[in-house]
């Protein structure tokens, strides 16, 4: 079981990125995928996420700007990023988690894509 991370590079502020984060080793549709990010020296922060339901919801700085979307049949999250500035960049790590019932969950992270933006 693993989540597969890609779409990030080097991208002037103002620019676009989409990142895609696909799961393999899984046979069901995960309930919650999302994104966090952590810059340098920072702590890793959550970007947004997506629940399998379609509900979206986005950290306060990135509202407007970046697009949380996915594919359930694929287990595969997107993340469309528009108007990216330089305290955008960093890290880009995908997350999932399950409640598979009976105290089992699945929790799992992707391996980090790196985003850069320049000024």
């Known amino acids: 079981v693993q989540l597969q991370a890609s779409g990030g590079g080097l991208v002037q502020a103002g620019g676009s990125l989409r990142l895609s984060c696909a799961a393999s080793?899984?046979?069901?549709?995960?309930?919650?995928m999302g994104w966090y990010r952590q810059a340098p020296g920072k702590q890793r922060e959550w970007v947004a996420q997506?629940?399998?339901?379609?509900?979206?919801n986005y950290e306060d700085s990135v509202k407007g700007r970046f697009t949380i979307s996915r594919d359930n049949a694929k287990n595969t999250v997107y993340l469309q990023m528009k108007s990216l500035k330089p305290e955008d960049a960093g890290l880009y790590y995908c997350?999932?988690?399950?409640?598979?019932?009976?105290?089992?969950?699945?929790?799992?992270w992707g391996q980090g894509t790196l985003v850069t933006v320049s000024s």
């Open positions: 997350h999932a988690y399950s409640d598979l019932g009976d105290g089992g969950e699945l929790d799992i």
């Open positions: 080793g899984i046979d069901f549709s995960i309930n919650e």
């Open positions: 997506s629940t399998i339901g379609g509900r979206t």
